[in-house]
């Protein structure tokens, strides 16, 4: 069965570090890719998405994130990060096989101290 | 634009009891999917529903049923509730069908099953 994996489940970075936060699935075809975003209080919200062409995909707030076909991996990067991107951050990915269905990662909690 | 709507936003029920949950999507999205999130097992899709018909499904027992109506509101019901039904029950409402369409979160409703 596909499956999303999201290596780290609680990351903690001073204001200004940066950030990677690694995504990797299992699935041979073609995927489209998200990351979502839930930051405290609030809803889920799109981050950014990749679905063809360049491979590194810009998305709200200075995040972007960097699809890797051979490595199936998907992962997010912020080059500085603030005390307002403290949120869960989640991974999703879509496989042409998987009656386009979404498969989740379970989330990644960051917490940005000022 | 009003957001994806979801009441109630807290329920606490008892075991073996049955509850609705209800979800308003964003004018104009007809599609509605439902997810269960919890700690250990993170986001877990339950269905989709596209102009009132059940597109796709997860893998949930029978107890878990939902419809949506000619305005594209949609409800979800659990019968005979367990105390592993507690959970933070997402409604997410696209513009189409299928997993590619980014998805709109509502704030969810927090049932608990004592």
């Known amino acids: 069965a596909q499956s999303v994996s999201q290596h780290n489940h609680h990351v903690i970075l001073s204001e200004a570090a940066s950030l990677e936060l690694g995504c990797n699935y299992s699935y041979g075809g073609t995927v489209n890719l998200f990351w979502y975003v839930q930051y405290p209080g609030q809803h889920l919200q799109l981050l950014l998405k990749y679905f063809s062409g360049d491979p590194l995909v810009k998305g709200i707030k200075g995040f972007e994130a960097e699809f890797i076909k051979s490595k199936f991996s998907f992962n997010l990067r912020k080059p500085s990060v603030q005390w307002s991107d403290t949120a869960e951050y989640f991974c999703?990915?879509?496989?042409?096989?998987?009656?386009?269905?979404?498969?989740w990662g379970l989330g990644t909690s960051l917490a940005v101290n000022p | 634009k009003a957001g994806v709507t979801q009441t109630p936003r807290y329920l606490i029920k008892t075991r073996g009891q049955q509850v609705t949950l209800s979800c308003s999507p964003i004018s104009g999205h007809r599609s509605v999917s439902w997810y269960q999130q919890t700690p250990g097992q993170g986001l877990q899709f339950l269905f989709e529903y596209f102009s009132e018909t059940q597109r796709n499904k997860g893998n949930f027992p029978g107890r878990f049923s939902g419809r949506q109506f000619s305005n594209s509101r949609s409800e979800m019901n659990v019968s005979t509730l367990e105390l592993g039904d507690s959970a933070l029950y997402l409604c997410a409402s696209s513009l189409r069908q299928g997993g590619n369409s980014p998805l709109h979160f509502g704030n969810g409703t927090r049932l608990t099953v004592t």
């Open positions: 999703a990915v879509n496989a042409d096989g998987n009656n386009r269905k979404l498969i």
